[in-house]
Every structure is written in structure tokens, then in C-alpha cells.
């Protein structure tokens, strides 16, 4: 294949990028204190769901581990940060390589196994993984493979670019879009052409020489490498981290969310960020009752799953494309 | 048959291994009271793991809601209990409430998405599960409470440890509900019926299975069943909705034992899972991460299961 | 077992009965009877609330307090704005919440703060940006190991060495299983004060840590058993604890053991909850004076609760602690000179200088301090869970232990010991 080909932009990539440049200019300008805290959150989230994203729309898998997995870059980032004096980028880096490897461990059931049975292990590993989180809590500062001490916090050295908030969520934003591209190149490159095999029949790829191992763990090493950065950059929003970020049923929700947004491109992805973060905090800000918000989001989401079978985004998508042949 | 058999001794001998290690060294009085009480917790794990395999094999969908209905079921009966309602009144009332759910989203909501992904038919159902959690955390707001069955005051001492009535009830009713369950699948027309749909859909409904009837009567039963085990669970484990509703996670562990589909496996994996977890109390650095034996014990025996499938046609 | 002095009886079922006073009588901040004008002095607090637990009592009643300054002269005339915000127990919420008030809002000081994940969160942003969380709901280490945060309450360290000296003093205790919930700065921390008492008194101690999501009590029970304990401190959420309780009874121990419990169990709920069966074998201590104390400021506490506060608020030891930290406040700032109530850092330092401030709701005196720790409530009572009642059976006493003795050293410098 051509460079060109691969570098060619299609309208969905246009609109997103000038979406992310609209959102890097003018967010951290216009929001407060509390509305950068919130988009901070909503940004690193909406990185590790695209990394389930990916995965449900091109091979057909389903991760019910992916916040259990941002957890873990969390906790790397964390220990890394408090046992060395290394920069945020090399931390970051080596949280997504962990996560990664981790992904590549979950990826070995999913050699022999597919649909509800997967989703069902990695839910498993989740919850093994919340059991840990609550009992070892994340590194602050203390002594020890741990690192837990019973007092407050140590500081948090965030990236020398972004050391304030506003700066900071500039910084996600600019992770997102780096983590987009890097899936839109995997499609256009061969492991795309591989898992839109394997998706179909893992047999017919197996038959016309596709290594069905080699890009299965692939793809679930990438999706648990974005699913430890994002883990990472959220520890660098607060500095510190809390077990019940992590607890089994979030894997779950984020991947409702994903459902509800739509898996196939960017837009679906930011509507689950969006629902998973904004809308709560939202509910909150607007004193609705906690438990009330549960019962309104429940049925928004039962809702969405039924009616809307491509997600919300694909919704939208049709939606514009009518006023579009209208006008 | 022989395959199954070695699989099963195999897994036996594995668990005596652990159980042994875990044990060794210490006196046989403290070995039994730690077994009888994970078989206490055990049964908890096999009675909710039960309740979901039923629904699944009927109507293919993994009820992650089984939790929250049981839960407001026991919240209803315990306010019922506090209005000074006859105490069998109350029970009633709170297993008909949850079976009534139950069949609400099986008939409303559930043919909406009869045909998506089982995946997304069970991350539905934890939409359905927070609307009624909401609501029943709304109802009854967090307070100190304590759910009571007249079962509670008789007890058998078994291996040194007591064992209340409501225990022995909750082993006895899995068994009694897997016993049933069998019998019903194999000697009525419904039962064929649900193992029809189970196969296959399609199929079923064309050669004219009347599937919404058939499906009915699955989540009316896995009502029944959610709403017994939410009356077990807040007497043996907390009156808390939040810990209730989410006791479906550790119980998924019990039905993927039984490959959702082997009643008697999720059974007898229930109990195994309970006796471990309890008997890592014994060991000084594993018992502070004890619940996640669920977790590893699902993971271990699913991979197993699989071992003998080829890496690129894997199925489900 | 010795009961040492049966100081009052507490029926919390006749709440209402005691709260019969005029609301006209409640005293609060310049108590002049007129309405407080002018531009408002924003105060802030973070609460959690919402499943597995509500912990907005304390918010509400410095809320009813704040109304009550505010129709009485508020801060030299101007009125109190409370900004309260909910953090619903998690970390995220819990930031954006401070930023909000903190940053947003340019709050002068947070009061009331009760939560179990706000102060872990916000301890180093409010050190960071100068301000005084004048807290009432502190459940985690890290909440009473910082520079910016004082609590009126004791959370779970405190309490628990007071449940064990009862134990010890007046139950006999020898060897105690302290039960804890498996989070280092919770369970370890409040534990490991129990066990460093016990050894400094000579005895012995070890702990059963219990982990929140296990449906499984049992094994705990059973491991304290074969730790050869003679005395069983329960040192766990309400819920949790009952359920402990629970299989506890199940095996028939209550006689078996002496039992004593750090504050969550005195809930109005608790007697009548765990039923009969623990009828004068329970003994938990309380951090505040009883519900009912007959002290003219817890009085004047449940007046104002009365007057100003919703009928539905509950009326317990955090509303008292909420109630406690907000009059501190304002009896602060209303010492201030005037122009300067709207200068954070003003504020902050004069919250600093609180020293030896007192009430009849709390055991010793209230001070803060310039210091990376404070817990200035360290003493307190024991009550009896009996006759589905809670019975005050040992008044006022200072905890002793290594953990206690930096914090009596703090106190010598202040002068007021």
C-alpha cells in the first residue's frame, strides 16, 4: 500500500480533528476549575474506551476488564512516580507497557474463546483485579512494593508542559487524538486487514495465511496499552487514586456506554466519555439525588441499547446525513 | 462419559489439593470449622449462580439485574416485617414483588433486543438493575438494618460449628431448585420447549415453539428463584441493596463453572468456591485477597474447559 | 464486669420529647436578633452520600447552624453563604468538588466536610492553596495526618483505643481481636493503634482484617477465635459490623467473649437491631457527648437542630460534630477584625490560633494549631448497648497510647495542659 493511501483523510477524520482542535483551543479557556477536572476525567476515560471500542467493532471481542486494566496503568503510574524521579512521559510509557502485557495475558484465553464466554473471563479478571485494588489500595508516596503510607499523599510530578490543570487536559486531548491515530493506522495497516478476517471467520483468515495468534493478542495488547495510559493520565489528574474507580461493574458500564455511543469511529467513542463522566457529574451539580441519577441513567442506557442498535453516534450520523441530502 | 469422569476426578483432586495445603500443620477441630463455613458461603455463591444458569439456558440472556430485584425483594419484606406483617405474608409478598420484575423485563424489554449480540442482552440488563437499584436505594436510605427469619434461632452444631436452620435451608433449596429444574426440563412440554430455544432460536420458532410463552414462563421462574435467594442474602449476608445487588459478580464466577449450562456443576462449584475462599483464611499472606478466589477458580476452570479447542476456531 | 457510673439514660425513641424547648432559645454566633446583611462570606464543605452510605448529617446541621448565625447577627452583620456540595464517594467527584468551592467559588474555609474519599483526595490541594477544612466526618488516616484539615470527631483510631482500654480497665481484657476493615488507612491504621496500647500495656493484641466486598464474615469470626483472644473489638461500618455480629450469635459467643465496638454502632438504630441477644454485652464508644446530653450547648444544639434544621435530619454524633465545627467558625470569625473575614489566608491563620475552645459536647478542649497532624478530640465515652437503649456507663476519659503521646506533647506547647 501507498503512503498516501494510508495518510488519506476521510470526512469522519476531518470533522474529528477539527473537533479536537476546537476542544484544545477553547475548553480549558472556557471551563472553571470544576469543568477542566471533569473534561480531565472524561478525556482519559474516553481514551481507554476506545481501546474497547476498536476491539468490539473490528474483531467482534468484547472487554469486560477495561477499567480493571486502567487501574493497573494507575497503579504503575503511581509506583513509578513515587519510587523514581523519572519524567511524566517515561512513567507513562512504562504504565501503557505493563498494561499492555497485561493485555497480552487476557489475551490468551481469547485465543480459544470468543462472544459471551470471553466477556465473561475478562469480567472475571476484573473482579480478581477489584479484590486487589481495594486490598493493596494505589502507591502514595510510602515504603515498601506497595507503597501505601497512612497519611497524605505524596506530590505528583505531572508533565513539565502541564503543570496546571488547563494545561493538563490540553495535554489528554492531545493524548486522545494521538491514540485515535494510532488505531486508524493499525486498520489501514495490515493488522486491520487481518482482524476484519479473523472477525469474519477465524478459519477463512487461518486458511489464507493470516497468523490468527499473532493479531489477536496484538489487538489485545493494544487496546490494554491505551487502557494504561489512560490509567496513567487519570493518576496525573489527581495525583493519587482510588479503588472504587476501578470496581468490576465500571468495566462493565463503560462498555454499555460504548454500546450506547456507537463502537464504529471517534464520535461514539467521546458520546460514551461524555455519558460516563459529564452526565454524572452533571446530575450532581444539579443536587439530583444520587440514587435518583442511577435510576435516570439505567433507563437511558436500556433505552439507547434498544433503540438504538449502532449507537447514538450512528443516530446522529443519519440524522445529519438527511439534513445534509435535504439542503 | 469417561472424558467427564477424569475432568470431574481431576477436579476433585485438585481441590483436596488446595484444601490440604491450605490446611496443613493446622489442628482438624479448626480444618472442619473453616470447611463447614465455607460451605455455609458456598451455597450462597451455587444458589445465585443457579438462579442465572436457569434463566440462561431458557432464554440467553445472563441476568445481571438478578441481584437488584433480589435485593428490593428483601428490603419490601424486611419493611413489611417492620409493619408487623405476618412474617409468611411477607416473604410472599417480597418473592411475588420480584418475580413480577422479573417478568416486566422479560416480556417489555427483553424481545427488544432478542436478536443483539448475548453480550449486549447482558450489559442491558445492568441497565435494568440500576433503575431498580436507584429506586431502592431511594426508598429505603442507608440505615442500620437487619433482616431476621424465624430459621435463624435453630441451629445444628456440625464439626464443632453451629449451623442455623436458614444455612442448611439455603444448601437444601439449591439442591431442591437443581433437582427440579432437571425434572422439569426433561418431562414437560415446556421444558422441551426452553432446552428447544436453548439450542437454537431460529429454528425453534419456525417448526412453531411458542417462544414468548416459553420465555414467560423462564423469567417468571428466575424471578422466584432472584427473589428466594435476595431473602437468603440479606438474612446471611447484609441488608445492604449496593452489597446484594452486586453478590451477582462472585455468583457468575459459580455459573461459568458449570459452563452456564450444567446445573449440578454450578452446584457442586458454589461449594468448592466457598470452602477455598474460607480456607485461605489459613494462609497468612492469601487471606487478605481471599475474594478473589471466585474470580481465579472461574478463570482456571473455563480455561480448562477450553483446553482442548484448536486456537483459530474458536467458538463460543 | 464493673459499671462505674450510670451518668444518663438515653431513650432515643423520645427524641421529640427532648427537643420540646422554645427554638426561640437557640443561641448562635452574636445572638442579637437581627438578620445579617450585605455581600456573603462563602463557606464550603464536601459530604458523601449515596450508597452504601449518607454522611450528611454534619453538612445539615452546620447548615441549620449557619441559619440561625445568620438571622442573629451573622459574621460582624453579613450573612453566611454554605456552599455544600456532594462527593457521592468518589475520588473524581470529590475533585471537581473542591475545585469548585476552592477555586470556583473562592470559599474562605470548608466546614463540616464529612466523608470517607474527600479529604484523601483534597488534603494537598487545600495545603496547596491555603485554606482550613474545619471537618466533622474524618474516617481515614490521611484526614487527621494533615496540615489543613482538623476534625470535631475522633474517627476510627481514637474511638477503637477507647473501646479497648474500657475492655481492658473494666472487662478484663488480656488479649484483644481487634476486627478492621482492610483498608490500610482505615483497618491497619486504627488496628495497629490498638494493638501498639495493648502492648504498651503489657498485653497482647492481633488483628482480623475484613475485606468490604466478601459476602463472608464467618472466616473473620473464626480467625479472631483462633488468635485465643478473650475480648472481640469491632471496628467496622455499621452494616458490617451487625452482619459480624450476626454470626457471632449465630455461634453463640456473646458470653464467651467481652465485646466492645468503636463509634459506628452508637446509631439510633443499633439497639433495637442487634436485638436481645446483645442486650448488656456490647459496650461502644462514643465520641461526643450522648444524644440527650443534658449540657446547655448540646441543648442549645438540639434547638437549633429543631429550629432551622429539616424534621427528617437525623440527629447524631456527626450532626453534633457538624454543629461543633460550624460554631467554632463563626465564634473565629466574628473574632476577626472585620475587614478581614474575606481574606483566605487571614481566615486560615485565625483558624490556626483556635486554642482551647470548649463545649460540653466534647471531652477535652478544641484547638488547631500550625501542625502536619491534629486530632484534638481524644477522650471520650462508653456506653451500653442494653434494654434496646444506649446506657452511658463510663464518662469522660482521656485514651492513652505511643499514638497519643505526640499529640499530648503539641498540647503542652499550646498550654493547655
Known amino acids: 500500500m501507498q503512503i498516501t493511501q494510508i495518510m488519506q483523510m476521510t470526512k469522519s477524520a476531518k470533522i474529528g480533528l477539527l473537533f479536537a482542535l476546537l476542544a484544545f483551543t477553547f475548553l480549558p479557556v472556557l471551563a472553571g476549575g470544576q469543568w477542566i477536572k471533569i473534561f480531565i476525567s472524561t478525556g482519559c476515560f474516553i481514551l481507554a474506551a476506545s481501546g474497547v471500542a476498536f476491539m468490539y467493532a473490528r474483531l467482534g471481542m468484547v472487554s469486560l476488564g477495561q477499567v480493571a486494566l486502567m487501574g493497573i496503568g494507575g497503579w504503575v503510574m503511581l509506583r513509578m512516580n513515587h519510587a523514581f524521579d523519572l519524567p511524566f512521559e517515561i512513567n507513562l510509557a512504562v504504565a501503557g507497557a505493563v498494561t499492555l502485557v497485561f493485555g497480552w495475558l487476557l489475551a490468551m484465553p481469547a485465543l480459544k474463546m470468543r462472544g459471551l464466554y470471553l466477556a465473561l473471563i475478562t469480567l472475571m479478571a476484573a473482579g480478581g483485579l477489584e479484590v486487589i485494588f481495594s486490598t493493596y489500595r494505589f502507591p502514595n508516596g510510602g515504603e515498601g512494593f506497595w507503597g501505601v503510607m497512612p497519611s497524605v499523599a505524596a506530590p505528583f510530578r505531572r508533565p513539565l508542559v502541564a503543570t496546571d490543570d488547563a494545561d493538563y487536559l490540553r495535554y489528554i486531548i492531545f493524548a486522545i487524538v494521538v491514540g485515535f491515530l494510532i488505531i486508524e493506522l493499525h486498520m489501514r495497516a495490515a493488522p486491520g486487514r487481518a482482524w476484519a478476517m479473523i472477525r469474519r471467520s477465524e478459519a477463512a483468515a487461518y486458511a489464507s495465511g493470516v497468523n490468527v495468534v499473532y493479531y489477536k493478542a496484538w489487538a489485545f495488547g493494544l487496546a490494554g496499552f491505551l487502557a494504561g495510559t489512560s490509567g496513567g493520565l487519570l493518576a496525573g489528574g489527581l495525583g493519587l487514586l482510588d479503588p472504587a474507580t476501578f470496581r468490576a461493574s465500571e468495566s462493565i458500564m463503560l462498555f454499555a456506554l460504548m454500546v450506547v455511543g456507537g463502537s464504529r469511529g471517534w464520535l461514539g467513542v467521546v458520546i460514551a466519555g461524555v455519558l460516563y463522566r459529564v452526565v454524572p457529574a452533571l446530575f450532581n451539580d444539579w443536587t439530583i439525588d444520587a440514587d435518583i441519577a442511577l435510576v435516570i441513567f439505567g433507563a437511558a442506557l436500556l433505552h439507547a441499547i434498544i433503540t438504538a442498535p449502532n449507537g447514538l453516534s450512528g443516530q446522529l450520523i443519519d440524522l445529519f446525513g438527511k439534513v445534509g441530502k435535504r439542503t | 462419559m469417561a472424558q467427564r469422569t477424569l475432568t470431574l476426578f481431576i477436579v476433585t483432586a485438585l481441590m483436596l489439593g488446595t484444601c490440604t495445603y491450605l490446611a496443613w500443620g493446622k489442628p482438624s477441630s479448626v480444618v472442619g470449622l473453616f470447611v463447614v463455613s465455607g460451605l455455609a458461603v458456598g451455597s450462597l455463591y451455587s444458589l445465585g449462580g443457579i438462579g442465572l444458569v436457569v434463566l440462561f439456558r431458557a432464554t440467553g440472556v445472563l441476568n445481571l439485574s438478578n441481584g437488584a430485584i433480589g435485593a428490593l425483594g428483601v428490603m419490601l419484606a424486611w419493611q413489611l416485617q417492620q409493619w408487623n406483617f405476618p412474617q409468611i405474608a411477607t416473604w410472599v409478598i417480597g418473592i411475588a414483588t420480584t418475580t413480577l420484575l422479573a417478568l416486566v423485563y422479560g416480556r417489555l424489554i427483553a424481545p427488544g433486543l432478542a436478536w443483539r449480540d448475548p453480550v449486549v442482552k447482558a450489559v442491558a440488563t445492568l441497565g435494568f438493575a440500576l433503575i431498580v437499584l436507584g429506586i431502592t436505594a431511594f426508598a429505603w436510605e442507608d440505615d442500620v438494618r437487619k433482616f431476621a427469619l424465624p430459621s435463624d434461632k435453630i441451629s445444628y452444631t456440625l464439626l464443632g460449628l453451629r449451623i442455623t436452620l436458614t444455612r442448611l435451608i439455603v444448601i437444601l433449596a439449591a439442591i431442591a431448585i437443581v433437582i427440579a429444574v432437571w425434572l422439569y426440563l426433561s418431562k414437560t412440554r415446556t421444558g422441551l420447549n426452553m432446552r428447544a430455544l436453548a439450542d437454537n432460536r431460529d429454528i425453534s420458532a419456525l417448526i412453531g415453539i411458542p417462544i414468548v410463552k416459553t420465555e414467560t414462563i423462564a423469567w417468571g421462574i428466575s424471578g422466584l428463584i432472584a427473589g428466594f435467594t435476595g431473602l437468603m442474602f440479606g438474612d446471611l449476608v447484609r441488608l445492604e441493596p449496593f452489597v446484594i445487588t452486586f453478590m451477582v459478580i462472585p455468583a457468575i464466577s459459580a455459573a461459568i463453572c458449570g459452563q452456564l449450562r450444567n446445573l449440578g456443576v454450578v452446584l457442586i462449584a458454589g461449594l468448592c468456591i466457598g470452602v477455598i475462599e474460607s480456607m485461605l483464611t489459613l494462609h497468612p499472606v492469601l487471606k487478605s485477597v481471599r475474594p478473589m478466589a471466585p474470580f481465579v477458580i472461574a478463570i482456571i476452570v473455563l480455561m480448562w474447559v477450553q483446553r482442548g479447542r484448536t486456537n483459530y476456531f474458536a467458538g463460543n | ?417
Open chain 3, 1 to 417: 464486669m464493673k459499671k462505674t457510673t450510670l451518668v444518663g439514660l438515653i431513650a432515643l425513641g423520645s427524641l421529640s420529647m427532648i427537643g420540646t424547648a422554645s427554638a426561640n432559645d437557640a443561641v448562635c454566633g452574636l445572638n442579637n436578633g437581627q438578620a445579617a446583611s450585605g455581600e456573603p462570606i462563602k463557606v464550603g464543605a464536601i459530604y458523601g452520600n449515596a450508597a452504601p452510605g449518607d454522611f450528611s448529617a454534619a453538612t445539615d446541621a452546620a447548615n441549620a447552624y449557619f441559619k440561625c448565625v445568620n438571622e442573629n447577627g451573622g459574621i460582624h452583620g453579613r450573612p453566611i453563604q454554605y456552599l455544600v456540595e456532594n462527593d457521592q464517594w468518589n475520588p473524581e467527584l470529590a475533585a471537581q468538588a473542591a475545585a469548585k468551592l476552592v477555586k470556583d467559588e473562592a470559599v474562605v474555609a470548608m466546614v463540616g466536610n464529612s466523608s470517607f474519599v474527600e479529604m484523601s483526595v483534597n488534603a494537598p490541594m487545600y495545603a496547596e492553596n491555603g485554606i482550613m477544612a474545619m471537618a466533622s466526618g474524618c474516617a481515614v488516616s490521611e484526614c487527621f495526618e494533615s496540615s489543613n484539615i482538623v476534625s470535631t470527631n475522633q474517627g476510627p483510631l481514637a474511638s477503637s483505643v477507647g473501646a479497648a482500654m474500657y475492655a481492658v480497665e473494666e472487662l478484663g481484657a488480656t488479649n484483644i481481636s481487634c476486627i478492621g476493615m482492610a483498608i490500610p488507612s482505615v483497618g491497619n491504621w486504627s488496628c495497629g493503634a490498638v494493638q501498639s496500647y495493648m502492648e504498651s500495656k503489657g498485653l497482647n493484641a492481633s488483628y482480623v482484617l475484613l475485606n468490604p466486598a466478601a459476602p463472608d464474615v464467618n472466616s473473620a469470626l473464626l480467625e479472631a477465635i483462633a488468635s485465643g483472644a478473650d475480648s472481640i473489638l469491632v471496628n467496622l461500618p455499621a452494616g458490617l459490623a451487625i452482619a459480624f455480629l450476626s454470626v457471632a450469635e449465630e455461634q453463640d459467643l456473646g458470653d464467651a467473649y467481652s465485646w466492645t465496638s468503636s463509634t459506628p454502632l452508637y446509631d439510633a438504630s443499633v439497639p433495637k437491631t442487634l436485638g436481645e441477644y446483645w442486650s448488656g454485652k456490647m459496650f461502644v464508644s462514643a465520641e461526643l457527648t450522648t444524644i440527650d446530653g443534658a449540657g446547655a450547648d448540646n441543648q442549645n444544639w438540639l434547638r437549633v437542630m429543631d429550629a432551622y434544621a429539616d424534621p427528617a435530619d437525623p440527629r447524631d454524633t456527626f450532626a453534633q460534630a457538624g454543629y461543633l465545627s460550624a460554631r467554632y467558625f463563626v465564634k473565629t470569625m466574628n473574632e476577626m477584625n472585620p475587614v478581614n473575614v474575606d481574606n483566605r489566608a487571614l481566615v486560615t491563620a485565625a483558624i490556626q490560633a483556635i486554642k482551647g475552645y470548649d463545649s460540653d459536647l466534647m471531652c477535652g478542649p478544641y484547638y488547631v494549631g500550625r501542625a502536619d497532624r491534629h486530632m484534638p478530640n481524644h477522650a471520650g465515652i462508653i456506653v451500653e448497648v442494653r434494654d434496646e437503649a444506649f446506657h452511658v456507663v463510663r464518662d469522660c476519659f482521656e485514651y492513652e497510647g505511643p499514638y497519643f503521646e505526640p499529640i499530648l506533647d503539641a498540647e503542652k506547647t499550646l498550654g493547655l495542659r
